[in-house]
């Protein structure tokens, strides 16, 4: 999400929901419904990726670093949630 956000805008710019969707098809692409947007946006502001301006419509996002250097944060989450979710137990 943060490197298509960089994509549209300069890196540090506010990006809304709208001009992803519209210019990358974020919320296509992943196929998720509401809920699972805001699940997926809430673990993504949680972990510091993101700020979530919800008190606009529509929802502005801002990253707070540049995609290089927050990917391995991402992936880091993305990997306990697999494992997490296949009953994977660390020794």
Request: charged fraction near 20%; charge should be negative.
């Given at each position: 999400?943060?490197?298509?956000?960089?994509?549209?805008?300069?890196?540090?710019?506010?990006?809304?929901?709208t001009e992803l969707e519209q210019k990358?098809?974020?919320?296509?692409?992943?196929?998720?419904?509401?809920?699972?947007?805001?699940?997926?946006?809430?673990?993504?502001?949680?972990?510091?990726?993101?700020?979530?301006?919800?008190?606009?419509?529509?929802?502005?996002?801002?990253?707070?670093?540049?995609?290089?250097?927050?990917?391995?944060?991402?992936?880091?989450?993305?990997?306990?949630?697999?494992?997490?979710?296949?009953?994977?137990?660390?020794?």
């Amino acid at each position: 999400m943060i490197g298509l956000m960089e994509s549209i805008a300069k890196p540090g710019t506010q990006v809304t929901l709208t001009e992803l969707e519209q210019k990358c098809g974020w919320i296509t692409i992943t196929g998720w419904n509401p809920m699972e947007t805001v699940a997926v946006l809430n673990i993504i502001e949680n972990k510091g990726i993101l700020s979530v301006d919800r008190q606009m419509n529509p929802w502005i996002f801002k990253a707070k670093d540049l995609s290089e250097n927050l990917w391995p944060r991402t992936y880091e989450d993305l990997f306990m949630i697999n494992t997490n979710e296949v009953g994977y137990e660390e020794n």
